[in-house]
Structures are given as C-alpha cells and as structure tokens.
C-alpha cells in the first residue's frame, strides 16, 4: 500500500510543481538531469546487479538490448517528452494519443518489477519515484499551460494525469500474477529503459560542447543521493538489510 501512494504522491507532486512552476523551463531540466543522475546509479548499482545475480542469468542482457530498443519505439511516440523535449507538442492545442499511450506503456511496464520487491524503501521503488516528479513536472507545465486563464483543469486533463499516477501501480498489480522466476527478465527490460533515458538526459550535447558546470554538479548530486541511499538500505546502523 505504501508503495502505491508513493507512486501516486510523486506523480500529483510534479504536477503541482509543473501547475505553478511550469513555465520555468530551466527548472524542468535541473530537475530531470538531477533524475538522471540518481537514475542511472540505481540502474547500475542496483538493478544490473540485481539482474546478474540471479539463478536465472543467461542471455539476459539481450534484455536489457530489448528494454534499450522499447523505449527508442516508445520516444518515437512521446517525441522525448520524457526527456524534456515538450515543444514539439506545445505545439498543438490537443495532446496526442500516442503521447498518452508512450508514457503509460513506460510507467506501466516499470511497474511490474514492483511486484517481487521485497523491501518497502527498495532503491528501485525510489528510482522510480525520483524519475516520475520531472516528468510529471513537463505533462502537469503542459497540460495546464494549454489551459491558461481556466480556474480549474479539464476533465481531459484530470483523465490523462489519473492514467499516468496509476500505470505504475496497475502493471504492479499484474505482476503479481507472472512467475517469479521471470523478474530478472523484467528487471533486465526496465535497466535497459532507464540505462537509455538516463544516459540521453546525461549525455546530451552541452550548448556549442561548452562545459556546463551545472549539469555537472547536478548528475553528481543525482549520484551521491542515490550512493548514500545504496549505502543506508544495505547497511544500516543496526547491521541488517532494511525491511
């Protein structure tokens, strides 16, 4: 049940950040380099170990190739709103279907994983959470920026904002009905996700390849969250794996 609210609570969270601070772009790209950040370190840290660990390791990184190529199909849906990349589709007066589509593909396949989490605060869990706020940042910026001058949201909009806070807990649910023997598949798919949108965030190209200390200091800070996480939810002041 916690966890669910917590996926909840991070969607609503950065809508409403993206409701009254949408139109600070810079902001939107801080907060997703500093996601990426975390990201990326949860993703190596945590779920390719996690992956490779298991019983089960052969031909696993052909899944994680697999979950690289999904989201490439998926952006060509989103045109990287994930990313950032909302302009594209700011401008229209309506919000594509495949957009809608994209992101709730995206969040409902990451949240299968979910299902044989055996830890309340698992790293993964708060991967997710850390990734959701930026995005719900652009979608909440977006949805209401097109909107402007109404007193209250669509029911559009409430719709699309619904779908997207419940993905992740609905493919949560149906993972609860597939053998456990296949969570390093899945584990192994969602890696390859976050390895492609965390290193995109990362690795885009600086205005004219200038340095942009910034960027640097906010994918460090990403990091060093996601490391002392790591370091406070495998060994704690009692000794023992947290529960």
Not at 42 to 59: A, D, G, K, M, W
Not at 210 to 216: E, G, L, P, S, V
Request: proline residues 5%; aromatic residues 12%.
């Amino acid at each position: 049940m916690i966890t669910v609210l917590l996926l909840i609570f991070s969607v609503i969270a950065g809508v409403l950040l993206g409701k009254y601070f949408g139109k600070k772009e810079k902001l939107a790209k801080n907060l997703l380099i500093l996601s990426a950040g975390f990201l990326i370190t949860i993703c190596l840290n945590e779920v390719f170990p996690q992956v490779y660990t298991s019983e089960i390791s052969h031909n696993l990184g052909i899944f994680v190739i697999a979950g690289v190529l999904l989201q490439m199909v998926l952006e060509a849906l989103t045109k990287g709103f994930e990313h950032g990349h909302f302009h594209h589709h700011n401008e229209h007066n309506i919000l594509p279907l495949a957009l809608m589509v994209g992101l709730f593909i995206h969040a409902f396949i990451e949240g299968i994983p979910l299902a044989s989490e055996e830890h309340t605060f698992s790293p993964y869990l708060l991967g997710i959470v850390f990734h959701n706020i930026p995005i719900s940042f652009i979608l909440g910026a977006f949805l209401f920026n097109r909107q402007e001058g109404h007193k209250t949201p669509s029911y559009p909009s409430l719709l699309i904002i619904a779908l997207f806070a419940l993905a992740s807990p609905m493919g949560m649910l149906l993972g609860n009905y597939f053998d456990p023997n296949l969570q390093p598949y899945f584990l192994a798919i969602v890696g390859g996700i976050f390895l492609h949108i965390s290193s995109v965030i990362i690795f885009e190209s600086n205005k004219n390849h200038n340095i942009d200390w910034i960027k640097i200091g906010l994918v460090i800070l990403g990091v060093s969250l996601a490391l002392l996480m790591h370091l406070f939810h495998h060994h704690p002041a009692t000794g023992a794996h947290i529960h």
